[in-house]
């Protein structure tokens, strides 16, 4: 059986650490692929959708796994529901990594804005040309933030 993996592009560099084990845990298949979507579409609702269901019709494996929150879009069970994905249950990239016990247990005694490995890679597609911020909607957008 041919696993397909369809993430969005923020989690590149942490799905490739752990890709190894996962294969290894996954026994019954037998080949793992992943595409990564532009991490900067989740600026755009339209556009996120339309990379997320062109990708999942380029798709012709037999189990697809979706790695997006169920906040990355308001309708995502709804246009991904034709295609039987496998998705996580966390509701944003955040939780997918860190887990729902460990985020809310940080959250609780600091005011925080994550940014991952994938985020700082790509803060300039996703804040600079997707959001059209600069230096200056950044320092009001995070500014609350420690």
Not at 1 to 23: N, S, W, Y
């Amino acid at each position: 059986m041919e696993v397909r993996i369809v993430a969005c592009g923020i989690f590149q560099l942490e799905l490739e650490r752990v890709l190894d084990e996962i294969k290894a845990e996954w026994t019954s298949a037998d080949d793992f692929k992943v595409t990564y979507i532009a991490p900067a579409l989740h600026v755009d609702l339209d556009k996120l959708k339309d990379g997320i269901t062109e990708t999942l019709d380029r798709v012709t494996e037999e189990k697809i796994v979706l790695f997006y929150g169920s906040m990355c879009h308001p309708e995502l069970s709804e246009f991904t529901e034709k295609y039987h994905v496998i998705r996580p249950q966390p509701r944003n990239c955040i939780e997918l990594v860190l887990g729902k016990e460990r985020k809310k247990e940080l959250e609780a005694s600091f005011r925080i804005f994550y940014l991952t490995p994938g985020w700082l890679r790509d803060w300039q597609t996703i804040f600079r040309q997707g959001q059209g911020w600069d230096e200056i909607d950044a320092r009001q957008n995070f500014g609350f933030f420690d």
